[in-house]
């Protein structure tokens, strides 16, 4: 019997945080601009609360983690989240795709976080095409896929790190799982499970990353020569780039509220390049005496600030703070970062270093000051300084805190100092760079199209 042809339908599955649902759904909507069927899948829990433009053009259905009704945060750690999800997603998610096939949608693909092999594996029993998502630099992966393989022993040792393609690291300067392991602060299974995003890749049809090609050349390279690799990015609205997806100016899909109105009205009273942003992602989270020694740097400049917090991140800052700044500086829980970093008055922005953060920053010419957190943005900080030499990183000292003196002379040096200029400079080159990768024949719209076309020929 001859087999029935449908348009491709592909499956987004991408981890439940900001910052990777928003890199799928940018990406999806560049493939439905070229005809393709996507369906972002998350979990029963976030579906009751996320805001979704009604524009979009993107579906949604939902697959269970094991916490409808609570949300995940009643794992109780985050190997309990991640293994409740793999087993309790594995069976829903088939039962997904065998829904989607009794209704004449059936899928043809899936992209998946690369933190859930377990995708894989389920995509494999019905014979679909598998893409694993990254979120993470090159450089960091093939850091996690070195230890999956063995080839780097934990706990680093030694006074650098030598790996195909990258400059030499400072153990400090690896995803900080690593460089803590066996120091009774990173539990086993943490690294466990950032590693095991290569158990499986082998299996894997392509290798997507969020970044362009020339962010790290040598080693999207290297990495191609093991695997099938399309670097996709920036994934940012089209608006703000290369202006060829009609109507696509903001994120559609978002975990938060902004408080955009009153951000805007904020910043539009500010000259040009007046204004520090600080912001952290949705669960960076500096301790109490962080927050202090930000805050009273932050007072003690002559910068206005917009500095972006949740609730709970407010209730560690100095006594009657906010007040006292309130001629200075806007503390609101969330705003469009988006439109935040694209408005003229934005000088400079504080940053975790998160990859998409790194890379709105990069997109839109805004130079930064680096205060890495956790997980892989020790190794973008040093990217972002040494490598892109786009901003400024500040590092803890030997309390591991990072003083309020030198936030301020970091600060001053972006918006100020000599410093600052070629800073600035090679931010502006790197966002002419970036908005030629996703343009017409640039090197992620060319991948993009290879992706669609193999998508086509799978369905």
Known sequence: MEKKSFNPHVLFIPNTLQGHITPMVQFGKRLVSKGIKVTLVTTVYLSKSIHVDPECSIAIETISDGFDDTGSQDAGSIEACFTSFRINGSRTLAELIEKLADKGQPATAVVYDGLFPWVLDVAKQYGLFKAAFFNQTCAVNSIYYHVNRGLLKLPLTGSHISLPE??????????????????????????????????????????????????????????????????????????YLDKRLENDKDYSINLFEPKTSTCMSWLNDKPIGSVVYVAFGSIGSPVPEQMEELAWGLKGINCYFLWVMSDSMKTKLPNKFIEEISDQGLVVSWCSQLEVLAHKSIGCFVTHCGLHSVMEAVSFGVPMVGMPLFVDQQTNGKFMEDVWRSGIRVLPDETGIVGRQVFQKSIKEIMEGEKGIEIKKNVMKWKELAKEAVDEGGSSDKNINEFVAKLLSCS
């Open 166 to 239: 990258l400059p030499l690291l400072l153990p400090s300067e690896t995803p900080l799982i690593l460089y803590v392991y066996g120091k009774d602060l990173t539990p086993p299974d943490l690294v466990e499970l950032v590693s095991n995003q290569y158990s499986n890749i082998d299996e894997a049809d392509w290798l997507i990353f969020d970044i362009f090609y020339k962010m790290e050349e040598k080693i999207v390279d290297w990495m191609s020569k093991l695997w099938k690799v399309g670097t996709v990015g920036p994934t940012l609205p089209s608006m």
